[in-house]
């Protein structure tokens, strides 16, 4: 298979290079950017392209690469930091400018370019540096240049080496992706191959593989990555797999009823529905604190999920191995294995497993390598309903989250009745938006959209008489990333249809509000 190696130097646009390279039906994958040349050989890339990052090449402490990379006769192309380090390890020199860039700037073609073909002499790109190249490498040709950064492109086309100070992978960059196009297809040669319909086979494949004729373990959740497991290890294991599904009755309107249809009547799997609504319920009465609220709901799930695994052994059928619904953004962030990234911003990884002592199983991550719209398309392509590749991002701790206060089965029915009538109304939205533009995220779509119940009462009149009821509050955001997001700008006909639908539908509430917070300084959940 065609791939694609980007070394990661810390960029906060890494994940982006390879997400935009799989968007032109390349695969690609991220890996430190220190790892030797010989095991990036190893790997039997068709390119390298070397990312961004935040530091001075000439710092202490500074990223760097193995120089035998460049004598690998692979096509390099190296962004912002990635020119820098590539100038510095040839043999160039790199500078600290008086007046840095940051955001758009107009780059002028001052020579012919394989990189920059087909796009005009004179165009908009999007910079974020202070140091730049002062000096190119010998061989290279300087190819284009702005007011402040005299090489703001440089390539050697005799050893397909090829930089910009500027960064092509972000969409503020107007020709960026015919430059990625004209590296990938025009310089490298490569196919627009890979995509998901494809890549079914090869993913079953690997999953029986790994298994043999062991059981699996899946913990279901409903959302979109344990569900697209689940499919998966259907279609390649069959009743080997069994899931999981632990009911805690903080799912959102409708949800179990339809993770169990589909897991029953889809796909021929094990599936075992765990009620442990009572016992959540009991566990976090008067619990008001949302750390202490999300450490009960986490904890309790681990015991209701190893208590079906202990049975199973019980039975006469001793699982080995637990399949996760790891993605590769996990991977990237948490820098703990597989990538061993330099990114400057590491968190941990969201899916360790608290195993009991004594208890142990081999993982099976089938997805950690894709991003979330990959895991979206995949889902559709094994067959999984809309409503579930599509689904609404959802908090593990369910919500008892976007229950401010102590979780009470009265506040319990009141969210779960008004966070219906916001995810309809604004389903339907979207589902409008998609038919004018003809994408999933449009410019005025929701990302997210969800109701919040607060803690407090509020005076109303309904039917003449003085009411004293909860309010909801409606949160929809607009984001890309999840990392940054702006409170949506619905129409105020949406917004006064879910305000009205909610007061005459869900009993004990009387006022709705719109959380109009971004992020920052909010942050999209509220607990």
Request: proline share 6%; charged share 20%; glycine share 8%.
């Amino acid at each position: 298979m065609q791939k694609v190696v980007v070394l990661d130097f810390g960029a906060q646009y890494g994940q982006l290079i390879a997400r935009r390279v799989r968007d032109l039906n390349v695969y690609s994958e991220i890996v430190p950017c220190d790892m030797p040349a010989a095991d990036i050989a190893a790997m039997e890339p068709s390119a390298i392209i070397l990312s961004g990052g935040p530091a001075s090449v000439y710092a202490p402490d500074a990223p760097e690469l193995d120089p035998a990379v460049f004598d690998l006769g692979l096509p390099v192309l190296g962004f912002c930091y990635g020119q820098q380090i590539m100038a510095k390890t040839l043999g160039g020199v790199v500078g600290h400018t008086e007046v840095g860039e940051y955001g758009p700037a107009t780059i002028t073609r001052v020579a012919p370019s394989r990189l920059l073909d087909g796009t005009p002499a004179e165009q908009t790109v999007w910079m974020s540096h202070r140091d730049s190249v002062a000096m190119v490498p010998d061989g290279f040709v300087i190819t284009s240049s702005t007011g402040v950064c005299p090489v703001a492109s440089m390539e050697c086309a005799e050893r397909n080496l090829y930089a910009t100070q500027f960064h092509p992978e972000v969409r503020h960059t107007t020709y960026g992706t015919q430059m990625l196009s004209n590296f990938l297809f025009g310089v490298c040669g490569l196919e627009p191959s890979w995509s998901m319909d494809n890549l079914i086979d090869s993913l079953v494949d690997d999953v029986r593989s790994k298994v043999g004729d062991q059981r699996v373990i899946l913990g279901l959740s409903g959302g979109v990555d344990s569900s697209v497991v689940g499919a998966l290890c259907a279609k390649a294991i069959g009743k080997q797999l069994t899931c999981v599904f632990v009911n805690h009755g903080l799912l959102r309107k409708g949800e179990p009823e339809e993770v169990e249809e589909v897991f029953t009547k889809q796909f021929d799997v094990d599936f075992v529905h765990v009620h442990a609504e009572e016992r959540y319920a009991k566990l976090l009465e008067g619990e008001a604190n949302p750390e202490r609220k999300r450490q009960i709901i986490g904890t309790q799930f681990w015991e209701e999920f190893f208590t079906v695994a202990q049975r199973l052994a019980e039975g006469g059928n001793p699982v080995k191995f637990l399949a996760q619904g790891t993605i590769y953004p996990d991977i990237i962030e948490s820098g703990a294995r597989k990538t061993g990234g330099k990114a400057s911003t590491i968190k941990s990884h969201h899916n360790l497993i608290p195993f009991p002592e004594g208890v142990s199983f081999e993982l099976i991550e089938p997805l950690d390598h894709f991003f979330k719209d990959e895991v979206r398309a995949l889902g559709t392509a094994l067959g999984l309903p809309d409503y579930i590749v599509w689904r609404q991002p959802f908090p593990g701790p369910g919500l008892a989250v976007r229950i401010i206060g102590a979780v009470t089965p009265e506040k319990l029915e009141i969210l779960k009745n008004a966070d219906a009538v916001v995810r309809e109304e604004l389903d339907a939205y979207n589902a409008r938006l998609f038919e004018e533009t003809g994408e999933r995220n449009s410019e005025h779509s929701c990302w997210q959209y969800f109701a919040v119940l607060p803690d407090i009462k509020s005076v109303g009149v309904m039917g003449d008489e003085r009411t004293y009821q909860r309010p909801i509050i409606v949160r929809a955001v607009e984001s890309t990333d999840a990392m940054t997001a702006d409170w949506a700008k619905l129409p105020y006909e949406v917004l006064g249809r879910i305000s009205s639908r909610i007061v005459a539908e869900v009993p004990g509430v009387n006022r709705v509000v719109y959380d109009v917070t971004p992020k920052p300084p909010g942050t999209v959940e509220w607990e």
